[in-house]
């Protein structure tokens, strides 16, 4: 068990600029969420896939956002023209069922100047 | 709706002494209740959870938690605390849905020498 990884760890980005991220869960998991957590605060749901299908999306995600799972392994997260509200540190987890306990990864901390 | 208090936003033990961290949840029916910890830089590793049965639930590193549905509570405790239980917790709740987690804030544990 490999645990969940994310890449990059930390990014440096212009506003305006386009972001993405990677995530990589447990192996044998068939859902995956992303998370945003801000300073101070606990995390906030964005999205979650079960295999390769986007479940559902959180408000927070907005036009700017896209995330992809796309052979129900590896996810990314895009983030188009990024604003400096954008900055925050983005979670992925991921779970063998729904309901099921579900495991962090590292974190992606994003920092737009 | 769920939601998930953590009243202390921030708490100083000295080493050796006993630990209680409070939270408090809104769910309807019987909920599923987990502890997180988060050191920094790190990702949110789960300490104990709580799905049925045994209201008593035991943890890793010590930890202990007890859910109480007549006060809507899941308290983490742990009866001697260590320089490197440092950290932040977060507790959190299965929503409605069944797939996203909802948290609290958050509860920054101080270790005093």
């Known amino acids: 068990d490999t645990g969940v990884s994310q890449d990059p760890r930390h990014k440096i980005t212009k506003r305006g600029q386009n972001v993405t991220f990677r995530c990589d869960p447990i192996?044998?998991?068939?859902?995956l969420y992303w998370y945003r957590q801000t300073l101070g605060q606990g995390p906030e749901f964005l999205t979650y896939?079960?295999?390769?299908?986007?479940?559902?999306k959180s408000r927070l995600l907005s036009d700017r956002f896209s995330a992809e799972r796309p052979k129900g392994s590896f996810s990314t997260l895009e983030i188009q023209r990024t604003e400096q509200g954008d900055s925050a540190m983005y979670l992925c987890?991921?779970?063998?069922?729904?309901?099921?306990?579900?495991?962090f990864g590292p974190g992606t901390r994003l920092l737009v100047l | 709706a769920q939601s998930v208090t953590q009243p202390d936003i921030h708490i100083t033990v000295s080493e050796g002494a006993s630990l209680e961290l409070r939270c408090n949840y809104s769910y309807g029916a019987t909920p599923y209740l987990f502890w997180y910890v988060q050191s920094p830089g790190q990702g949110l590793q789960l300490l104990l959870k709580?799905?049925?049965?045994d209201t008593l639930v035991q943890g890793i590193k010590g930890f202990e938690a007890e859910f109480k549905r007549s006060q809507s509570s899941f308290n983490l405790r742990k009866p001697s605390v260590h320089w490197s239980d440092a950290a932040e917790y977060f507790c959190a709740v299965v929503g409605d849905s069944n797939y996203q987690l909802i948290w609290g804030a958050g509860t920054k544990l101080i270790i005093k020498p």
């Open positions: 987890a991921s779970s063998l069922n729904q309901g099921e306990t579900q495991y």
């Open positions: 896939f079960q295999n390769e299908a986007q479940l559902e």
């Open positions: 192996s044998e998991h068939n859902r």
């Open positions: 709580y799905f049925s049965g």
